[in-house]
């Protein structure tokens, strides 16, 4: 049943993989998950297998509150793959085997409070929070530009912190690109992408792409395409607006039952479920990867020590050793390297 799916996907994109998008890949991407230490060609290769030709480095800071403006990032006690050496590192394996990077800065809040709540009590802790970020962010911009990164997000799921200060956004936006000379996204949620007005600064509309499609717990495939519909309408509508392209900054699902209803649901009390995750993202691929103005996205998520991760016990994101990645490889294989 696979082996069909698989080839029905194939007919699907068919046209996509044999037309004009040959000159124009897709970004066929992961989100790379760090580890405390430092990865070699033994950790980049199964990306390679897989087809990925980008890959998302994440330097996390970190915020005590969501109202507080203090934020410390590059930590001692941090784990390797989060800290300027540590992505350094990531990045050179990846280039070394000709995968493009993204350098994706995100914010952990205290008792894992969600970034989007992230909002200042008084003019001048915004103006302490803008100038600790502002120091985040030229970090790893400096970081980009030694080691000719290839695109740069400015920021993760930020909602407040941008609805409230666009301008410093933009002035932010204009400082990176003076001393960068590669692309630009910033990664909205997918309930307020929206709401940012900045998106003409940039090359991208990022969108960490959580779209509920389906509240069954095994939807069909047809019905998960259908669920994309009022979605796609709306990202149309702003890309349009904005004559920019679309970027899925994350893109996933759990391998459980239900995955379509709550896309960025962490937990794990659902039935262990592989195809329907398999399902929820061939409706993706059908619904988005032979458009132009989508220009591919980063799945999460993607652990290093391949041949550990995932697995038939595990219901969270990854594909890794599960059903979804023999489909993950077809697409990426053939959008990559036809």
């Not at 799916?5 to 993989?17: D, M």
């Not at 666009?166 to 949620?189: D, V």
């Not at 960490?208 to 709306?234: E, M, Q, R, T």
């Not at 009390?269 to 195809?275: G, T």
């Amino acid at each position: 049943m696979l082996k069909i799916a698989v080839l029905s996907l194939l007919g699907i994109l068919g046209a996509h993989v044999s037309h004009g998008q040959q000159e124009k890949l897709k970004i066929n991407g992961v989100n790379l998950v760090s580890i405390n230490g430092l990865i070699d060609s033994t950790h980049v290769q199964p990306l390679k297998t897989l087809g990925a030709n980008w890959a998302a480095t994440i330097p996390f800071a970190f915020m005590p509150s969501p109202t507080s403006p203090d934020l410390s990032f590059d930590l001692e006690w941090q784990w390797k793959g989060e800290r300027v050496d540590g992505v350094r590192n990531y990045i050179q394996e990846l280039h070394t085997k000709g995968i493009s990077v993204m350098i994706k800065p995100q914010i952990w809040i205290g008792h894992g409070t969600y970034t989007g709540e992230i909002a200042m009590s008084s003019e001048a802790d915004w103006l302490k929070l803008e100038e600790n970020y502002r120091e985040y962010l030229l970090t790893f911009t400096r970081l980009a530009v030694e080691e000719k990164v290839e695109m740069i997000c400015i920021g993760t799921e930020l909602g407040q912190f941008v609805e409230n200060r666009p301008i410093y956004f933009r002035k932010l936006i204009k400082e990176i690109r003076s001393i960068y000379r590669g692309k630009l996204t910033y990664a909205a949620n997918w309930d307020d992408f929206e709401a940012v007005t900045f998106w003409d600064d940039l090359d991208y509309i990022g969108v960490d792409a959580y779209f509920p499609i389906s509240n069954k717990n095994k939807p069909s495939f047809h019905k998960l395409v259908d669920g994309w519909a009022p979605h796609k309408k709306k990202m149309d509508t702003l890309s349009k607006k904005f004559d920019r392209p679309i970027l899925f900054t994350e893109y996933g699902y759990r391998s459980v039952a239900g995955c379509a209803a709550k896309p960025w649901d962490y937990s794990d009390s659902d039935k262990q479920d592989e195809k329907t995750q398999q399902y929820a993202l061939k409706a993706l691929y059908h619904v988005f990867w032979n458009e132009d103005n989508y220009v591919g996205g980063f799945l999460w998520k993607w652990y290093p020590d391949h041949s550990n991760a995932g697995g038939a016990d595990n219901k969270m994101f990854t594909v890794q050793n599960k059903r979804a990645e023999r489909l993950v490889r077809v697409v990426y294989g053939n959008s990559s390297n036809e």
